[in-house]
């Protein structure tokens, strides 16, 4: 059994598990570290910078976090590239350029989110049927999201379970005859996919002047944020419409946050008051920190998120993200992206300069 | 601690609403006007400034501004301590590099550096008071508008002078909105030149709004003649799109600045100097000036190399960590610091010969790259780029795209060089070639963005000599 081979093995004890103590967590991660310190050379040339070996790391906290963007720039991958069962990408337009996240095995990726999907979302329910608002697994083979997805109806979904998607967007004649039969049957229905998917799904029903109330429960999980994709609703009146269109509570209506550069998903426990305390379960930690110094912040003070994710183990456990947080019992709450500063004086600002480049120079 | 900002005329009202900006513990009160209010601001200014400031000489004008701007040199006078103890507070930067850079900006707005701004734009400046005859026949006379608004932005501390100022010497009424970020120096100079000259209290007002605000701007562009617009692009054209075609605008975007260093001023008893002057033009402002640089090209061939001399910059850089510290930042501007540090400490990987410096604080960064990298800006706060180059005519080809952006270029060359090179860089959209240490720090009656301060703003009304000779027959006294 080779060292990758080992690793996988005792990570998916370690899922499986889901009992784990803090220590159990520790010695995981920097054996993770030593491994992907090894075998995954731009992110060894990047811990020697900052001086940070194997045999200096003493606990998770001081493995050296890769800023998300760096996805973008190099093949981060314990394994050759070439062979990777999977590669993600985001869907990042800067540029043109997408961050790239190769899986060498999609094996603990998928056990990942399968224990945790169960244990946040599913619950009690062993399956339920579902309807997604994204495209398939097919029509994009390089989204995690997609993968997500289609892998919770494999594992959780009814056998009518379907997609609502057409080449057109919402297939609005599936979606009203899913809901109705979910309305007359009684039988528990999930709505699932992205965030600003949901919004167009506002306006079309608005449109129609329909509104729902599905069966007892039933549930909405929702991810993603709207991405320019739709207006920019307020979250607060995100979950109020929800629950206005589809009689769903809001504790039932969940959201999930994940990233394609993390092989784990964060959820919530509903939306009754938002922003919703997000958590993740124990082979994933987080920490706020301020970026400048990479300290972590005092509990309650504003800070970027920074993920070790155990299951990223043929990449790079620990990432620092754009989001912005903050640390509460019981997890953490998002409080949005960190948007480019914008100019303070009256210097360029690279934001202005990048979409004044993009315009130009294509 | 609660400070008052603006300055609005006699209008015959008292009672205004009052916007209150927060900075740290400090409130400053800014009036907020109804349109109703505006309304009568702008009549109030229009009529004022065309019933005194017209009827001043342009040199009694200059000798307003002289005594106002000595009141602010002087450091024992009530405003100048004023400033000195909020615009740190304010801004954020260092104040001791407020104190500084307050000092050398203002000295370009006593008298004779203001007599220079004149005669940089009109040969003879005695054409803003009355005709003056023309070389060619006939009479010229230069006239302002009535109404010019200024709509500031920014947090420099105290940039709206120059247009403010501008905007005076050619007889206008001015209304300018401050920025939030800097709500406080037009305001103070605005009831200092009423301190020294009580006639002027009706010739201009100092409001703030929030931008973007349509209701207030479309009935002030409507009657203004001129809009002075700073500020990045998309709220420019925001802007532009708002004003009618019969009032003029003058947009001022966000810049991109950099430095040349010629392999002349690389010599082991020069380069030090050289560096630290670079250091110098990056600490001020931290950058967010439009005469900022955001990075150096340094040229191979020298004693010192590049690679050499970002390691300088890197020492220096840390020097002035200590006596200037940088501004606070916000979350915002450390995440995309860090971030920016980050990525580029990611690609050593595939780019060895970079190098990344700095200290664990990221107080600042150096990145140190080899020819052919592409130009691209910092991410501000200290975050420079050192480029090698061979030739000029190397780097000119990756700059050129950006050439609406482009303003000033710090150089550390031979005068051989100088104009050849300066010749290179206007060709490419340059507007301002100066020396290193003195980017920040523009001449009095330079060419902003490449434009003419004075003359962008009037009008010239000719008598042409045809009507003077014909005027002649109708003299009285005609024999």
Redesign the interface.
Known sequence: MNQQQEIIKDLSQFIKNNQTSEDDFNKLALRIFTYQYQNN??YQ??CR??GKTPRLVKNWMGIPF?????FK??PLTCTDPEKAQAVFMTSGTTKGIRGKHYHSTLEIRELSMIVNFKERFMKDTEKIRMGVLFPTESELPNSSLAHYLALGVKEFGTEDSCYLLNEKGLDMEKVLSELEHAEETGEPYALLGASYSFVHLFEELEKLGKTFHLPKGSMVLDTGGYKNQSKELELNEFYQLLSTFLGVGLSDCINMYGVTELSTQFYDDGNEVVPSVKSGPNWIKTRVI?????EEVAKGE???LVHCDLANFNSVTTI?T?D?GVEVDGGFLLLGR?????????????E??IN??KG??K | MREVAGYIPEIGEEEFEQKILKFQDLEVEIPLLTKKQMNKVIETVKKGSAETLKSLTVSEIVNIIDKVTDRLLDRSSSYRQKAEKLLPIVTGYDEEMIRLALTSYLKSFRKHELQRFLVEDLANPLMLDDFQPRVKGGFSTAVGPDLITHVWSGNVPALPLWSFISGLLVKAGNIGKVSSAEPLFAGWFARLIVEVEPRLANCFAVVWWKGGDEERENSLFEQSNLVIGYGGNQSLQSLQSRIPITTRFLPFGHKVSFGIVSNAALDSQKAWRTAHQAALDVVRYDQQGCYSPHLFYVQNGGKVSPREFARYMATELDNFRKKYPRRTLSMEESASLASWRQKEEMSLFSNLNKEVLGNSANDWTVVYEEENADFTPSPLNRAIRVIAFEKIEDILPSIKPYRSFLQTVGMATSPKELFQWAKNLGGIGVTRITALGSMTAPEAGWHHDGRFNLLDLISMVDIESSAEEDSERFAPYVD
């Open positions: 050379l731009p040339a990047f910078q900052k890769v800023p998300i963007n760096a720039e190099v301020n970026p400048l110094t990479g504003p800070g970027v620092l754009e912005l960190v948007q480019g500063a914008e100019a303070r004086g009256c210097s360029i600002a690279v202005e300069f004044f480049a130009s120079l």
